[in-house]
């Protein structure tokens, strides 16, 4: 009999909780307000199939052949001129999903036992990017303004304890929603760069902002202190899976030697038909339409807050931007205990706890508003306000 013995830090990897309730998503008549899904209204499907057409007809062959590691120049020069401060085409790398960068990131610069800095809460996907390398993930307190950087010098760690990096998300973060204020990214460039602590900056969201754009990106400030990761899949389409990498040159080269090693490269064919649909800035007519259709569906969610949630106790914020809002529930309540009540009437949330590194807020739980109607959207929390009610000790 074969016995598989596998390697301790595969021991560490669990499955993905967001992953594990979409799959109750699935049950006929459920209103997911759980997964971080982009609306399939916004995919430009005529746009994608003229690009394929017109990729194949100009030099099918190579887009059909393998490709450099690096990413496609033409596209890698259009993230360089899309992006707000001045990029060299030659730090761009293109990744498949911005997943990718992070796994990337983890597999360059932590070692076991390596501590990293995260915000309290974060992404899970980070989390799990991160942990096979078996590194100290500490949390860095949070506030509505995003990282408290006097707690971030606290927790950076000295001499060979330093913090490797801290992982940042400044707009409308994944899962809370919020936006890391002009002021708190210029304190915590500036105490990063002090302290010597590398940034890593994930933006997949900055472009969905709906009254204002967010304030300049961390990067911008310190391009040579901060590794930046992007991605196309909100802005045009996750299947595509897409994303990019901003690296400084001292870093840049180990990247690209891991995504080498992971995959050669990502797949030429969709790097080209992507190079192809942004061409004669498509983007600058595209994503206006995703922010609107967005924000409607951001607003119906906070109406049917205000309405549903009357008399409870619960707590919600108002994100200016993203897929998001973050929701406390009253005192002596958890939310993974709602869940089963909460799917039982049909409607289905992520719970916050599986976004802290530690110590998690059991009280809190995530909900996206950008592939539902509003009219789901009024159900659906009109059945989460039943099963609070229903489960309130």
């Not at 993905?16 to 006929?28: D, G, Y």
């Not at 001045?86 to 293109?94: H, K, R, S, Y």
């Not at 802290?356 to 929390?381: C, H, K, N, W």
Request: aromatic letters at 8%; one cysteine or more.
């Amino acid at each position: 009999m074969t016995n598989w013995t596998l390697a301790a830090r595969a021991e560490k990897m669990n499955p993905s909780v967001i992953r594990e309730i979409l799959k109750v998503t699935e049950k006929p008549g459920i209103i997911s307000l759980a997964g971080g899904l982009p609306s399939p209204k916004t995919f430009p499907v005529r746009e994608f199939a003229e690009a394929c057409a017109a990729v194949l007809g100009q030099d099918g062959a190579s887009a059909l052949q393998y490709a450099a590691s690096e990413g496609y120049g033409p596209l890698r020069q259009a993230v360089a001129d899309f992006l707000p401060w001045q990029v060299d085409p030659d730090q761009v790398l293109i990744t498949t999903g911005s997943q990718q960068g992070l796994d990337l990131v983890a597999k360059v610069l932590i070692d076991s036992g390596s501590r990293v800095l995260v915000e309290t809460p974060t992404y899970l996907g980070a989390l799990q990017a991160f942990t096979p390398m078996e590194p100290h993930v500490v949390s860095v307190a949070s506030d509505d303004e995003g990282v408290v950087v006097e707690d971030f010098a606290a927790q950076a760690g000295t001499g060979a304890d330093r913090a490797r990096f801290m992982y940042v998300l400044p707009n409308f973060q994944n899962p809370t929603g919020r936006t890391m204020s002009d002021a708190r990214r210029a304190a915590l460039v500036a105490k990063a760069a002090e302290l010597g602590v590398p940034l890593v900056e994930d933006n997949p969201y900055g472009e969905l902002w709906f009254d204002q754009p967010p304030p300049a990106p961390l990067t911008a400030r310190n391009p040579e202190g901060c590794i930046y990761l992007g991605s196309f899949s909100k802005v045009l389409a996750p299947g595509l899976r897409l994303g990019f990498i901003v690296a400084p040159k001292a870093v840049l080269p180990k990247l690209l030697q891991a995504k080498q090693a992971a995959d050669l490269h990502t797949p030429g064919f969709n790097q080209r038909m992507v190079a192809e649909v942004m061409k004669g800035g498509f983007l600058e007519h595209h994503v206006p339409t995703i922010r609107a259709l967005y924000k409607q569906q951001r607003d119906a969610m906070l109406a049917a807050l205000e309405r549903e949630m009357a008399g409870l106790s619960v707590t919600w914020n108002r994100p200016d931007g993203g897929m998001f809002l973050w929701v406390r529930l009253p005192e002596g309540m958890s939310a993974i205990d709602l869940l089963p009540a909460a799917v039982e009437r049909n409607v289905a949330f992520v719970p916050g706890a599986a976004f802290y590194a530690d110590e998690a807020d059991t009280r809190t739980l995530r909900l996206s508003f950008v592939t539902a109607s509003p009219a789901q959207i009024d159900a659906g929390i009109a059945a989460l306000a039943a099963a609070i009610r229903a489960t309130t000790p």
